[in-house]
Structure formats: C-alpha cells, structure tokens
C-alpha cells in the first residue's frame, strides 16, 4: 500500500490523498476522506484510534504512520529532501550522498558519487563523516535513511533523507 498525503506547511490541515494498494486501501482513502471533511491535521492522523486485530494487522495503522511521517517533518524532527532537487544541484555542489543499504544492495545499484555506509554500522563508522559538509542520506524506499537522518542529527550532522531512497531514483531515472 502506498498513501500520499498532501498538507497545510503551516498548519498541517489536510488537503488531499492518494492510496494505491490492496485490501484495505479503501478503508484508509475512506479515513482520509473523512478526516478532511473534519478540517482535521496531520497532527491528528498521529493520535488517531482506528480499529484492529492484533493478528491481522499492526497497532499503528498506515494512517497513523502517515500522521507521524508528516507531523515529522512540519517539526523539523527529520528533514526530507527529493531526489530531484539532488539531481538538479550541480555535483559539486551537492550534499555528502550517504547510502545507508547494506554493501550487497549498493553494489547492485545507488546515486552516483555515494559512499555506502549501512544504517546498522553508522554508529561505529561515523567518524568517516564530516560535520562540514551537509548529508543526503538514503536507503531503498525511506525508513533507514529515516533512522539514519535521526542518529546523524543527534550527534550533530546537518542531514536530510531523500524521500522514497534508491526505489524513487530509479523510477525517476526510467521515466521520460
């Protein structure tokens, strides 16, 4: 499933979605649809109550998640840049890219000019990073580049995931 969810930079009100998915994607465009017919933030996407079967699916439904992910980024907690924008930047003048997939995904593919450094060793391996020069971390769709952005802003990195990691680059590559 995927959810796009379009908000206020201001006040975080909900103004649009997107779902594309299986079973139960419309259970969530039919959330969302309520949700901005409430006038309703993404501020309360992340408290909402909705129902569940521990066995069928998890306590923090996509709409919750979809809640923190931009409830997150309107308080600066992880800042977010897109591939288009590091693409557009002339080279030399780009963000440090940080690969954040393990060595076996980035052989097979990643941004050009990138340094690997995998999510689980960049505690230890943080050394090799220099705090003057700004970062773009990524993974293959977002959450470890998430994680990465989140333990590199805490030890004092300026830092920015790219939205939608390796997976977006190469459908931005391939599109014409």
Known sequence: MSLKLLFDPQSGRILGAQAVGGAGVDKRIDVL?????????????????????????????????????????????HPQVDV????????????????????????????????????????????????????????QVGQRGYLATRILRQAGFSVANIGGGYKTYKLFQTTP
Not at 54 to 61: L, V
Not at 131 to 138: E, F, G, P, T
């Open 84 to 139: 288009e924008t590091i693409l557009a930047t002339p080279a030399d003048q780009r963000p440090l890219l940080l690969d954040v997939r393990t060595a076996q995904e980035f052989s097979a593919g990643h941004l050009p000019g990138a340094v690997n450094i995998p999510v689980d060793e960049l505690r230890s391996r943080m050394n090799e990073l220099t705090h003057d020069r700004s970062i773009a971390a990524y993974c």
């Open 33 to 77: 649809a309520v949700a901005i017919q409430a006038g309703m933030t993404v501020f309360d996407l992340e408290e909402m109550e909705l129902a569940y079967s521990p066995q069928y699916g998890s306590a923090k439904d996509p709409i919750n998640m979809a809640g923190f992910v931009a409830g997150g980024l309107l308080r600066d907690e």
